[in-house]
């Protein structure tokens, strides 16, 4: 099994490899790679978006590296590759980001890309350090995670899913924040689980093992 996390030069690929790479031996999950190769990403049997900084310069990136955001697309779209966002990776599965300009995203899931609000001036912005997931639905890659267990964030805008089916965690900082989403065999977290310890491990683990 090959699972390629994508390289646009928008993520903070150096942990994010090391802590895939980590739970696939551990699980005899096949290989892991970094790769800007869309002949690699269109043969991978999972897909893996990083993404730090903005949505319109993220987006600009990936749709402008030569050929990586079609064989991604087709990947995911057409041949049903189990796929996992990160950050803004997760962000550019929305239909829409609102960050500095508006940008069309992939659609995968339906809302948009909003800053976030909290109601007291004592929560700043970004939300960046440590909370606690509200699990709302199951899902195979959340087994063993529990509400309570806690997450690293770092970010100034966030995902206001349409259809509340598809928000299947979500935090707390003055407003719900959600933290996860998924549907078929596409899944997005706006947490960092490479930088989660022992609670973004297991999510990798259920990741790398994960049969929609």
């Not at 690929?13 to 005899?28: G, Q, T, V, Y």
């Not at 897909?47 to 993220?58: H, T």
């Not at 590759?81 to 239909?95: D, E, H, K, N, S």
């Not at 979500?170 to 930088?195: N, S, W």
Request: proline share 5%; charged share 20%; glycine share 10%.
């Amino acid at each position: 099994m090959l699972t390629a996390i994508i390289d646009y030069e928008s993520g903070n690929l150096h942990s994010a490899h090391k802590a895939f790479e980590r739970m696939a031996r551990e699980l005899d999950a096949g290989e892991v790679v970094v790769t800007s190769d869309a002949d690699v990403v269109a043969r991978a049997d999972r897909i893996v978006l990083p993404g730090d900084g903005a949505f319109p310069s993220c987006h600009a990136a990936l749709t402008g590296t030569g050929g990586l955001f079609e064989a991604m697309k087709e990947a995911v779209e057409q041949k049903g590759r189990p796929f996992l966002g990160i950050c803004v990776g997760m962000q550019l599965m929305a239909t829409w980001g609102r960050e500095y300009q508006n940008t069309a995203g992939l659609d995968w899931v339906g809302g948009e890309v909003v800053e976030i609000k909290p109601d007291s001036a004592s929560l700043k912005v970004p939300h960046m350090g440590w909370n606690d997931l509200i699990i709302s639905h199951p899902h195979p890659v959340l087994d063993g995670v529990v509400s309570g267990d806690h997450t690293y964030f770092v970010h100034s805008f966030h995902f206001k899913v349409n259809d509340p089916a598809q928000r299947l965690a979500h935090v707390d900082y003055g407003t719900d924040v959600t933290a996860v989403i998924g549907r078929d065999t596409m899944l997005g977290m706006q947490f960092h689980p490479e930088k989660s310890q022992g609670v973004g491990l297991r999510m990798i683990g259920n990741f790398l093992r994960w049969t929609p």
